[in-house]
């Protein structure tokens, strides 16, 4: 079956910290990966997405997320937090229809 | 150019009574989605349409409806509103790139926040 796993339900980081947070997925062909942001009283906005290609993707608001086959793993990265990115971040497989995580919840302390 | 609207934002309903949330987007997109967001279980898909004049199920469709009559519009309906049916709904909507569907970008709405007593 489909699935994804985000495994940390609520992260805290000191601003200006690396950030990283995990997804793991299960799916049986190739997958379509995307990883959205939620700000407070939002809906949700793409962050990036990966179809093919470069395993390293690049995304708005200087995120990136690599896509490792082999773990079935597309964590989503930071170098550098800012307290902007207090959010909640989902990750998410598409295939017939997109199929979402349980989220993270970042917090950023200054 | 709004994107997504959802229509109302907050709603309070006691338990039997009907109402029927709107999504509208002005995009001319092809597929619309409805999803509820519970805590700690994500987005789950409620109803989709893939155009004009179609809807399908998703992952829990029991207790709604939708109807899709005009391409901007995506209607959600409930019948005989329950206090499972509390929830944060969101609408969606994403064009057709070519691929399968749910590899689209999806733009989402501001949401719904609804209430059964």
């Known amino acids: 079956a489909q699935s994804v796993t985000q495994p940390d339900i609520h992260i805290t980081v000191s601003e200006g910290a690396s950030l990283e947070l995990r997804c793991n997925y299960s799916?049986?062909?190739?997958?379509?990966l995307f990883w959205y942001v939620q700000s407070p009283g939002q809906g949700l906005q793409l962050l990036l997405k990966?179809?093919?290609?470069?395993?390293l993707v690049q995304g708005i608001k200087g995120f990136e997320a690599e896509f490792k086959r082999s773990q079935s793993s597309f964590n989503l990265r930071k170098p550098s937090v800012h307290w902007r990115d207090a959010a909640e971040y989902f990750c998410?497989?598409?295939?017939?229809?997109?199929?979402f995580g349980t989220g993270t919840r970042l917090q950023v302390f200054p | 150019n709004a994107g997504v609207t959802q229509t109302p934002k907050f709603r309070v309903l006691k338990t039997g009574q009907s109402m029927t949330l709107l999504c509208a987007q002005d995009?001319?997109?092809?597929?619309m989605y409805w999803y509820r967001q519970d805590p700690g279980m994500g987005l789950r898909l409620i109803h989709y349409?893939?155009?004009?004049?179609?809807?399908a199920k998703g992952e829990v469709p029991d207790g709604y409806n939708v109807s899709r009559l005009k391409k901007q519009n995506f209607l959600l309906g409930l019948e005989s509103a329950a206090p499972s049916q509390t929830s944060v709904y969101f609408c969606?909507?994403?064009?057709?790139?070519?691929?399968?569907?749910?590899?689209?970008?999806?733009?989402f709405g501001p949401g719904t926040r609804l209430t059964v007593l």
């Open positions: 969606a909507s994403s064009p057709e790139n070519g691929g399968p569907r749910g590899t689209d970008t999806q733009y």
């Open positions: 799916y049986g062909a190739t997958p379509y």
């Open positions: 990966y179809f093919s290609g470069d395993t």
């Open positions: 998410a497989v598409g295939a017939d229809k997109l199929i």
């Open positions: 995009m001319n997109h092809e597929y």
């Open positions: 349409s893939v155009g004009e004049g179609t809807t």
